[in-house]
């Protein structure tokens, strides 16, 4: 044993446990690196060797299969850590640094426990006191070292890998509906159920523009999804379920789908709690991208334009962009309605009447965010048959210069590509007068070079009479473009947007995907009127007011003479009685309906017209109370003698509400029956009680 390790070791170094780390970083090296986990349980005899009992040797290998790079969820690592920290530990064992830890920050920190705790640490090389600066100097050096190491070896793998995906060849997992052949060529999947599966996904699509629509047919239609097992049991085996709606986005975003090859589109990342995380990166930062790579079930450019689509409905889940994505509903400007007081986007909420689903704009930003009242609202059909009228009568001017401006374009693209065809054709018929040429000067008897001359002088001419061919076909083509006929449906286009905006089949999502097109939002702020400010796409504004709606009430209006008898009645009868008096007079409200209590409550309301309540308070009507008060018995009594007609009363509500008049220079003279002296009460004047007492 060298003298320095013998002085390094000491009694209170053995009075304390020795402890052996073992760590392999993957669970194939524990298996096929049998050596190397050998090497470091041999380190238990090193330990003896320095004068420590094998019984008080402990070996941690519960980190065994798990990488050193960091501390994280290696429980031997932090169960050595403890017991290096309360000073259990003599001595620490280790094949190399490298295996007790990959990351500067954990090693240094293991260091500088030590060397507070007297702990060494030993390796192949030799031992190690981290008290002292030299052994402790050595000891960082040895922990850069080992991470440098791993940087380098991560470097060189990703290197590699980096490099065959360049290439387009790296072999990466393919997602269903597509498979590699034995050559490692991606092709699409030979089972026609997965491929045809897979083009109906893309076709909904296609056709509803929703990640939603998509689960939602599939799920109407009782159509099932392939999924492919990736790993475990059954790994390969196709399994088939119903697809959900993260399903249907993992789908849409994979570019293979559209034969291009991609790699980097995801990066890995540490969240708070330091577990790694996958975060996805935009596609401008995609370390690989090879479109038409392979054959797909669409093409980049549908790729590219299913991208932007969701990102216009993912854009309906943020306060500031809610409902941007054109849906089933008839409210024209769903998604584009701003509020003129707050600025929120107005949402759309939909009542029935006569059998139909009616829109309504409201601002409910407040009741959403912080428990307030409604912004404003209106009715959503006046505003949006403003903006149809707006957007026809905007767009039938712009439709005749486009019109114009198409027949133009259509003028100068046959021009351009009539002149380039003739280009082509003079080039064709020099080359084959060259190779006629080239065929006269060679002598006859040279067969060789004769025949290969002959050759290329009937191929020359035989091009040349397909470029001539074609190109009066497209000369003729051509001029039906530009014929009479043609320009007339050139400037038919100028009505096409109305017929088409009008037409009873185009559905409510086709309207807002064309208002879309060419209006970016409306701005509404209700008052006296309803004002609309229309942002057109490119920044010109417009505004133009809307007369508000009138109440439901209003714009149902009771007939005037209706009213003038509901004013009438009111002197004599309660709503009740009139309610059943409109009734036996066949009169009818706007529906047809018959009239009850709570309609005639809504016409008087509406109206402004007087209750009976206050039309008995006007002529003096006294309440029970007040009753009571004057004749100074209870109130209960009031309304008893009401009842049996000692009292007058008139009804204004039902057969509990009335009024009664005013009793005058009367006194109340109680009987004396059972409950009231055996007579019942009864009123007389004053005078007469005054005179019976005398």
């Given at each position: 044993?060298?003298?320095?390790?013998?002085?390094?070791v000491?009694?209170?170094?053995?009075?304390?446990?020795?402890f052996?780390?073992?760590?392999?970083?993957?669970?194939?090296?524990?298996?096929?690196?049998?050596?190397?986990?050998?090497?470091?349980?041999?380190?238990?005899?090193?330990?003896?060797?320095?004068?420590?009992?094998?019984?008080?040797?402990?070996?941690?290998?519960?980190?065994?299969?798990?990488s050193?790079?960091?501390?994280?969820?290696?429980?031997?690592?932090?169960?050595?850590?403890?017991?290096?920290?309360?000073?259990?530990?003599?001595?620490?064992?280790g094949?190399?640094?490298?295996?007790?830890?990959?990351?500067n920050?954990?090693?240094?920190?293991?260091?500088?426990?030590?060397?507070?705790?007297?702990?060494?640490?030993?390796?192949?090389?030799?031992?190690?006191?981290?008290?002292?600066?030299?052994?402790?100097?050595?000891?960082?050096?040895?922990?850069?070292?080992?991470?440098?190491?791993?940087?380098?070896?991560?470097?060189?793998?990703?290197?590699?890998?980096?490099?065959?995906?360049?290439?387009?060849?790296?072999?990466?997992?393919?997602p269903?509906?597509?498979?590699y052949?034995?050559?490692?060529?991606?092709?699409?999947?030979?089972?026609?159920?997965?491929?045809?599966?897979?083009?109906?996904?893309?076709?909904?699509?296609?056709?509803?523009?929703?990640?939603?629509?998509?689960?939602?047919?599939?799920?109407?239609?009782k159509?099932?999804?392939?999924?492919?097992?990736?790993?475990?049991?059954?790994?390969?085996?196709?399994?088939?379920?119903?697809?959900?709606?993260?399903?249907?986005?993992?789908?849409?975003?994979?570019?293979?789908?559209?034969?291009?090859?991609?790699?980097?589109?995801?990066?890995?990342?540490?969240?708070?709690?330091?577990?790694?995380?996958?975060?996805?990166?935009?596609?401008?930062?995609?370390?690989?991208?090879?479109?038409?790579?392979?054959?797909?079930?669409?093409s980049?450019?549908?790729?590219?334009?299913?991208?932007?689509?969701?990102?216009?409905?993912?854009?309906?889940?943020?306060?500031?962009?809610?409902?941007?994505?054109?849906?089933?509903?008839?409210?024209?400007?769903?998604?584009?309605?701003?509020?003129?007081?707050?600025?929120?986007?107005?949402?759309?909420?939909?009542?029935?009447?006569?059998?139909?689903?009616?829109?309504?704009?409201?601002?409910?930003?407040?009741?959403?965010?912080?428990?307030?009242?409604?912004?404003?609202?209106?009715?959503?059909?006046?505003?949006?048959?403003?903006?149809?009228?707006?957007?026809?009568?905007?767009?039938?001017?712009?439709?005749?210069?486009?019109?114009?401006?198409?027949?133009?374009?259509?003028?100068?693209?046959?021009?351009?590509?009539?002149?380039?065809?003739?280009?082509?054709?003079?080039?064709?018929?020099?080359?084959?007068?060259?190779?006629?040429?080239?065929?006269?000067?060679?002598d006859?008897?040279?067969?060789?070079?004769?025949?290969?001359?002959?050759?290329?002088?009937?191929?020359r001419?035989?091009?040349?009479?397909?470029?001539?061919?074609?190109?009066?076909?497209?000369?003729?083509?051509?001029?039906?473009?530009?014929?009479?006929?043609?320009?007339?449906?050139?400037?038919?286009?100028?009505?096409?947007?109305?017929r088409?905006?009008?037409?009873?089949?185009?559905?409510?999502?086709?309207?807002?995907?064309?208002?879309?097109?060419?209006i970016?939002?409306?701005?509404?702020?209700?008052?006296?009127?309803?004002?609309?400010?229309?942002r057109?796409?490119?920044?010109?504004?417009?505004?133009?007011?809307?007369?508000?709606?009138?109440?439901?009430?209003?714009?149902?209006?009771?007939?005037?003479?209706?009213?003038?008898?509901?004013?009438?009645?009111?002197?004599?009868?309660?709503?009740?009685?009139?309610?059943?008096?409109?009734?036996?007079?066949?009169?009818?409200?706007?529906?047809?309906?018959?009239?009850?209590?709570?309609?005639?409550?809504?016409?008087?309301?509406?109206?402004?017209?007087?209750?009976?309540?206050?039309?008995?308070?006007?002529?003096?009507?006294?309440?029970?109370?007040?009753?009571?008060?004057?004749?100074?018995?209870?109130?209960?009594?009031?309304?008893?003698?009401?009842?049996?007609?000692?009292?007058?009363?008139?009804?204004?509500?039902?057969?509990?509400?009335?009024?009664?008049?005013?009793?005058?220079?009367?006194?109340?003279?109680?009987?004396?029956?059972?409950?009231?002296?055996?007579?019942?009460?009864?009123?007389?004047?004053?005078q007469?009680?005054?005179?019976?007492?005398?």
């Amino acid at each position: 044993m060298p003298i320095d390790v013998a002085m390094k070791v000491c009694a209170d170094h053995l009075r304390r446990d020795a402890f052996l780390y073992v760590r392999q970083s993957s669970l194939r090296q524990v298996f096929e690196n049998t050596e190397s986990t050998k090497r470091q349980y041999a380190l238990r005899d090193r330990a003896v060797a320095l004068g420590w009992p094998i019984e008080r040797v402990h070996v941690i290998d519960s980190d065994l299969g798990i990488s050193g790079a960091q501390s994280q969820d290696r429980d031997g690592f932090q169960h050595l850590v403890t017991e290096v920290a309360m000073g259990h530990a003599g001595i620490v064992l280790g094949l190399e640094v490298s295996r007790l830890a990959r990351n500067n920050a954990d090693w240094h920190r293991l260091i500088e426990l030590a060397a507070l705790s007297h702990t060494l640490i030993l390796d192949e090389d030799g031992i190690y006191d981290p008290a002292h600066f030299n052994d402790r100097l050595l000891l960082g050096l040895k922990g850069t070292m080992s991470e440098a190491e791993l940087h380098i070896l991560k470097s060189r793998l990703q290197g590699g890998i980096l490099n065959k995906a360049r290439r387009g060849e790296l072999e990466m997992p393919l997602p269903i509906g597509l498979t590699y052949t034995a050559d490692g060529r991606a092709v699409l999947d030979p089972d026609r159920q997965i491929q045809d599966t897979v083009r109906l996904l893309f076709d909904t699509f296609r056709e509803t523009g929703s990640a939603c629509a998509v689960v939602r047919r599939l799920r109407g239609q009782k159509i099932l999804f392939p999924r492919r097992i990736r790993r475990g049991i059954g790994k390969g085996d196709v399994l088939w379920s119903a697809i959900d709606h993260s399903r249907v986005l993992q789908i849409l975003h994979n570019p293979r789908y559209a034969g291009a090859f991609a790699y980097g589109r995801t990066r890995t990342a540490y969240n708070a709690k330091l577990k790694t995380v996958q975060l996805r990166v935009q596609q401008s930062d995609w370390q690989v991208l090879i479109p038409d790579a392979h054959e797909g079930y669409i093409s980049w450019t549908e790729y590219e334009r299913n991208q932007t689509a969701l990102v216009h409905n993912a854009s309906g889940f943020s306060p500031g962009l809610r409902g941007r994505m054109p849906r089933h509903g008839s409210a024209l400007l769903q998604g584009r309605m701003l509020c003129g007081r707050c600025g929120a986007r107005m949402r759309v909420h939909y009542e029935p009447l006569h059998g139909r689903l009616q829109p309504y704009y409201v601002c409910n930003e407040a009741v959403v965010r912080e428990a307030g009242k409604h912004c404003q609202w209106v009715r959503g059909a006046p505003v949006d048959e403003a903006i149809s009228a707006l957007l026809l009568q905007t767009v039938a001017p712009a439709a005749i210069e486009v019109a114009l401006a198409v027949q133009q374009e259509i003028a100068q693209r046959v021009e351009q590509a009539a002149a380039l065809r003739e280009s082509q054709l003079q080039r064709a018929r020099y080359e084959a007068e060259l190779a006629r040429r080239r065929y006269l000067k060679v002598d006859p008897e040279n067969r060789l070079v004769a025949d290969a001359l002959e050759a290329d002088w009937n191929a020359r001419l035989r091009q040349l009479d397909t470029l001539q061919r074609e190109h009066e076909r497209q000369r003729e083509a051509d001029r039906t473009l530009l014929d009479e006929p043609a320009r007339r449906r050139i400037m038919a286009l100028a009505s096409d947007f109305p017929r088409v905006w009008n037409e009873e089949h185009t559905s409510a999502v086709e309207r807002k995907r064309m208002l879309g097109l060419l209006i970016e939002d409306v701005t509404l702020t209700v008052g006296q009127q309803v004002d609309v400010h229309v942002r057109w796409r490119g920044g010109r504004t417009q505004s133009l007011a809307v007369e508000r709606p009138q109440p439901m009430s209003r714009v149902r209006k009771t007939r005037p003479e209706v009213v003038s008898l509901i004013d009438g009645l009111l002197e004599t009868s309660t709503d009740r009685q009139i309610a059943a008096r409109l009734n036996e007079l066949d009169h009818r409200n706007w529906r047809g309906e018959s009239f009850t209590m709570k309609k005639v409550i809504l016409i008087r309301q509406t109206y402004a017209l007087k209750s009976r309540f206050d039309r008995l308070r006007e002529r003096g009507m006294l309440t029970g109370e007040e009753m009571a008060k004057q004749l100074n018995v209870s109130t209960t009594t009031i309304h008893q003698l009401g009842r049996q007609g000692v009292l007058k009363r008139h009804l204004y509500g039902n057969n509990c509400r009335c009024l009664y008049e005013p009793p005058g220079d009367v006194k109340l003279i109680k009987g004396a029956g059972s409950r009231y002296g055996g007579r019942p009460p009864r009123l007389i004047p004053a005078q007469q009680t005054e005179q019976g007492a005398l």
